[in-house]
C-alpha cells in the first residue's frame, strides 16, 4: 500500500456531499471552519459502526456507507433537526480501492439527499470501525428531548416494526435469491430510512421522542426513564409490514420481533392527544406512516404495561452481554 | 459483563469537563443540544488514537485517555481556536473499571484545564480504539489556516523537538527505572501539551499554522503545499531540549528526529518578517519557547531546502506504508 492517509481523504472524502451555506473551510487543515447561524442551536450526535455488531459481516460497502450514516441521521431526526454536516473516522485493515469507491458511494447517496457535507475527519490502519459525528441545527427551544413526555400524552411510531430483525435473521441464514419480499426486509436492515422530514415536523407537537436502534421496548424504556413516566402499549396496534407478515404469519411472533430487535431506526415519539389531526396532517405531507400505540401513564414499577403480557421484562439489545 | 453501554456513558462520562455556558443538553439524549455563539466561527477537528500506531501498548490508561485529548486539543491550538466541548467514541474489547476510570481521569484532567465539556458520545465492543471530535470557537476571519503563508514570512517553532521520537525508543526498549532526562522524555511521548495558549496569542500575527504530529519535515510540508510556497530551513536552529541532548549526543541525529518524528505536537507557523516582537511577546506572556528555524522561500521543485542537506526526501510518517 503506497498511498498516504492524506491521499485517501483527498482523494474519496473531500466532495461528498453539498456545500453547506455554513462551511468556511472543509477537508485538508487542521480543523474545518463553520459560520455558527444565530438564530439557531446545534445539534451533536456521534455513532460508530462495526461489523459484527452493527451490520453483518458480509455486508457490501455501499451499504456500511450508506448505513452508517443513516443510523447518524436518524439521531438528527429523533431530536427535530436539520443535519448539516459530518466528520468521518474510518478505520480500514487495508487500502482497497473498489471498496473504498463503494463506501463513498453508499455515503454519499444519503449526503446528497439530505444536503449535508462531509468536512473532515480521520483514516487510520485497523479493524474495520466507521464512526461518524453529525451535526443538525433547530430553531431555539425547538430540538425534541427525551425528557418531555407528559402523564396522558398519546404513544406513536413512525414506519413498521421488526423488518430490520428479520432481515438480518435472513442474511444470516444466506441464500443464493430471495423472494422480493424477503429482498424488501434486508433492504429495511441495510438502508434504513431517517425520519428527516417527519422528525422536523414534530418540533412543536411532539413532547418527546428517540429513534429505535436496539428495540422498541428498549428504547421507549430510556424516554419514560427520561420524562419519568410509565406506558400502556397496545400491542395490537404495533405496525407490521407485510413482507415482515409474508415471511412471518404469526402474530406473536411479529410482535417479539416488534419489541425486542432492534435496526428499525423508526421514531417513537409522544405527543398531547389534542394535536391527533397535526400528526395526521404529518402523515400526509411526508408519507410515512405514523401509528398510535398507547398511552403515556403515571410512573410506577411496571414501566411499560403490554396488553399481551404483564411487564417487559427485556430491555433490547445490549452491546456488552 | 453485566454492564450495558448506557451505564458505561452514564457512569463514566457524564461529568467530564466544565459545562460551557453554551451547553444546553449534554450526555443522554440521541444528540447534545449546544446554543451557537453569533459572533464566533465553529471550528471542528477529529482524531483517531490507536494502539501500536498512536501510542505504544504499554501505555497506561490515564496517558491514553491525556494524549488522545491533548492530540485533538492540538489541531483546535494550531487554528488558534478556544476549545469548547468534544465527543467520544470508545471501542473496547472488555469491561475493566480501573482502566475506565484511569482513562477518565486522564481525559479529565487536561478537559479540566482547558474548560471544555465531554457532551456526546458512543461505547462499542472491539479492539481498543478512542476516536475524539472536538470543536473550538474563534472569532471571525481569525482562524489560522494552513494555506496563508507569504514569500518574506519567518517560519517558527514552538517547544522542542524529537523528544517524543526518543520517547517511544526508550519505551520500547524497556527498562525497570529510566533516569529522569529520560522519564522527562517518555512523558513528551505520553502528555504532549497543547498550545492552545500561543496558539490564541497567534490568531492575528501567524499567517499560516499547523501542529506536528508527524514528523516536522511531513507537516511542514503539508502548511508549504496548501500555501503554495517553499521553506528554507536552518537545521542550525530547530531547538533540542537537554533531555533529548542527554539522552543522544550526536547533533546529527538529534537534528534527524527533529526532522522526521513526531508526536511532538508542537506549533509551525510562519508569520511576516516584522512582527517578530509580538512572538516574543507571546513567549513571554506564556512561557512557551518560540523559536525561528528558516523563511519562507517562493515554491519551486525543492520544496524544503536545507542548510545541511540539498532538500526533504522523508514525508514524514505515514500509517499505509
Excluded at 485493515?93 to 462531509?118: M, T
Excluded at 429505535?212 to 404495533?238: F, P
Excluded at 417513537?268 to 401513564?297: E, K, Y
Aim: net charge negative.
Amino acid at each position: 500500500m503506497s498511498e498516504s492517509e492524506f491521499d485517501i481523504i483527498r482523494k474519496y472524502f473531500t466532495d461528498i456531499g453539498q456545500t453547506p451555506e455554513a462551511l468556511i473551510l472543509g477537508v485538508g487543515d487542521d480543523a474545518a471552519i463553520i459560520s455558527s447561524p444565530a438564530d439557531q442551536e446545534l445539534l451533536i450526535a456521534m455513532d460508530t459502526f462495526n461489523p459484527g455488531v452493527h451490520f453483518p459481516e458480509p455486508t457490501s460497502a455501499y451499504d456500511i456507507g450508506y448505513k452508517a450514516l443513516a443510523v447518524n441521521l436518524s439521531d438528527i431526526a429523533a431530536m427535530g433537526g436539520e443535519p448539516k454536516w459530518f466528520t468521518l473516522a474510518l478505520a480500514l485493515p487495508e487500502l482497497e480501492h473498489n471498496w473504498l469507491q463503494e463506501f463513498r458511494r453508499g455515503l454519499s447517496a444519503l449526503a446528497d439527499r439530505y444536503h449535508l457535507k462531509l468536512i473532515g475527519g480521520d483514516t487510520t490502519k485497523g479493524p474495520l470501525s466507521i464512526t461518524i459525528q453529525i451535526a443538525g441545527y433547530a430553531p431555539p427551544h425547538q430540538a425534541i428531548k427525551r425528557s418531555g413526555a407528559q402523564v396522558g400524552d398519546k404513544l406513536y411510531i413512525t414506519g413498521t416494526l421488526g423488518d430490520a430483525a428479520v432481515g438480518l435473521e435472513l442474511c444470516q441464514q444466506g441464500a443464493d435469491k430471495y423472494l422480493s419480499y424477503q429482498q424488501d426486509l434486508i433492504d429495511r436492515l441495510n438502508r434504513p430510512t431517517p425520519r428527516i422530514e417527519v422528525g422536523r415536523a414534530l418540533r412543536t407537537i411532539a413532547t418527546a421522542c428517540i429513534d429505535i436502534s436496539d428495540g422498541l421496548a428498549g428504547d421507549l424504556k430510556h424516554l419514560l426513564v427520561a420524562s419519568q413516566v410509565g406506558a400502556k402499549l397496545e400491542t395490537g396496534s404495533l405496525p407490521i409490514s407485510r413482507s415482515l407478515q409474508q415471511q412471518i404469519p404469526v402474530r406473536d411472533e411479529q410482535i417479539q420481533k416488534a419489541l425486542y430487535y432492534g435496526d428499525d431506526y423508526e421514531l417513537c415519539f409522544t405527543a398531547p392527544a389534542n394535536r391527533a389531526d397535526d400528526i395526521a396532517a404529518i402523515h400526509l405531507q411526508t408519507g410515512c406512516q405514523i401509528s398510535l400505540i398507547g398511552d403515556i401513564t403515571p410512573q410506577s414499577t411496571v414501566l411499560i404495561e403490554l396488553d399481551s403480557e404483564n411487564k417487559i421484562t427485556n430491555e433490547g439489545f445490549n452491546h456488552f452481554t
